[in-house]
Nanobody
Framework: VQLQASGGGLVQAGGSLRLSCAAS????????MGWFRQAPGKEREFVAA????????SYGDSVKGRFFISRDNAKNTVYLQMNSLKPEDAAVYYC?????????????????WGQGTKVTVSS
């Protein structure tokens, strides 16, 4: 199983970025997909997750209304659209997959993890 995250970079505060995570080696449409992030010196935290069908989503409180998760099961890819970025959004962003049927915010319930893509937000 491989999860390849991309799309990170440097952006000014107030700007937007779209992260992508391409999955291989798993039956993508059977997995709940999530995004997490980890800033230097901080614990990894939940950002967003989406059910296999796309009908159910969950967001961390700090990103609600600014970040949007989506997926394309035909392309085995999950996306994270990040708008109105703030300096506190700077982190390494990880995509993850879980075999659990429900949308989860708990890190330990995710089976597979990507390598992360770094987002830097300048003020």
């Amino acid at each position: 199983v491989q999860l390849q995250a991309s799309g990170g970079g440097l952006v000014q505060a107030g700007g937007s970025l779209r992260l992508s995570c391409a999955a291989s080696g798993l039956a993508f449409r059977r997995y709940v997909m999530g995004w997490f992030r980890q800033a230097p010196g901080k614990e990894r935290e939940f950002v967003a997750a989406m059910s296999w069908s796309g009908e159910t989503t969950s967001y961390g409180d700090s990103v609600k209304g600014r970040f949007f998760i989506s997926r394309d099961n035909a392309k085995n890819t999950v996306y994270l659209q990040m708008n109105s970025l703030k300096p506190e959004d700077a982190a390494v962003y990880y995509c993850a997959a879980t075999t659990r049927p429900d949308v989860n915010t708990t890190i330990r319930l995710y089976n597979y993890w990507g390598q992360g893509t770094k987002v830097t937000v300048s003020s």
